[in-house]
């Protein structure tokens, strides 16, 4: 038995396609696909169901699910009390998008380490699926990460807690130089046809604008003309005047100041967001987790 098995049985069961589970577990999809084969020998039956798409898990493998978490939590948990043992010292991991990364951890990361009592952080960047993933397998201690009810992040209160950090919100930002009428956006005879900037397929924010702001993003004033999952590549797109896209404000707030780029005045295309932290209520280095929580209130 390899836990490795366990870990691609998760991603798969999470995103149902061979294809994009692979790609996140960075192996080939034919070596993906024996590994997890592999591990239905092991278990004595199929996890599986390929007979539609998107895959989908048998009823053994829904049953499963749970237990694999499990094992891959406590393999973790082991590890990392074996090696807190080992060693002196303390490092915090923390996961978080790239543009949190960006634009906010240099603030938090001196406070964080201080009040934590940890001698160092470890910081791992990713998008919200894999970042979700690393705090439910072990692999961080911390998940920092946008939060709105919408597209809220499915993790059981009674074995992780979560406060809210800060405030966000996403807006839509236009180049300084573009000629832009907003009223177009709510005409549907408007003949303006302007380039849009949009979020990958699957991404979080694409699945959190086509639900808060569908009317808006359906305008036949708005022309997609790119897509991206990388936020602060988006910024920068508009930045260079390619279109207009939504972006978190802690991101685009530089580039605001800079008189680079314009938020559109518009109720309808803002949605308030919050940044809130993540932690399960156990973990290796559970003192230095709560400690930061209390920072903002939770704990």
């Known amino acids: 038995m390899d836990i490795r098995w366990f870990q691609d049985f998760l991603t798969l069961a999470e995103c149902r396609q061979f294809t994009t589970a692979a790609e996140l577990r960075n192996v080939s999809q034919s070596a993906f696909s024996r590994r997890i084969q592999s591990l239905e020998t092991w278990v004595g039956t199929p996890l599986i169901d390929r007979s539609c798409f998107p895959t989908r898990l048998t009823a053994a493998g829904e049953q499963f699910r749970a237990s694999a978490a499990e094992i891959v939590r406590k393999v973790v948990d082991a590890r990392g009390e074996a090696g807190a043992t080992g060693h002196d010292s303390v490092v915090l991991r923390v996961a ?13 990361c001196d406070a964080w380490r201080a009040v934590s009592g940890a001698d160092a952080l470890r910081l791992h960047v990713g998008n919200v699926h894999d970042s979700v993933e690393w705090l439910s397998a072990g692999v961080v201690d911390l998940l920092v990460s946008f939060r709105h009810a919408v597209e809220d992040i499915q993790l059981d209160p009674q074995l992780y807690m979560r406060v809210k ?3 966000d919100a996403m807006r839509l930002y236009r180049p300084a130089g573009m000629a832009f009428d907003a009223a177009d956006l709510a005409d549907e005879a408007a003949t303006a046809r302007y380039p849009y900037v949009s979020y990958a397929q699957g991404a979080y924010f694409r699945r959190l604008i086509e639900v808060y702001c569908g009317p808006v993003l359906r305008s036949p004033a708005l022309r997609r003309t790119c897509d991206t999952d990388f936020v602060d590549g988006t910024r920068d797109l508009v930045r260079g005047g390619i279109g207009l896209a939504w972006l978190p404000e802690s991101t685009a707030r530089a580039a605001v100041e800079a008189g680079e780029i314009v938020a559109v005045a518009d109720a309808r295309c803002d949605i308030p967001m919050e940044i809130c932290m993540y932690a399960r209520r156990q973990g290796p280095v559970q003192a230095a987790v709560q400690r930061v929580f209390e920072l903002f209130g939770g704990g």
């Open 96 to 108: 978080m998008p790239h543009c949190l990364a960006t634009s906010r951890f240099p603030r938090w």
């Open 165 to 167: 950090v800060e405030a």
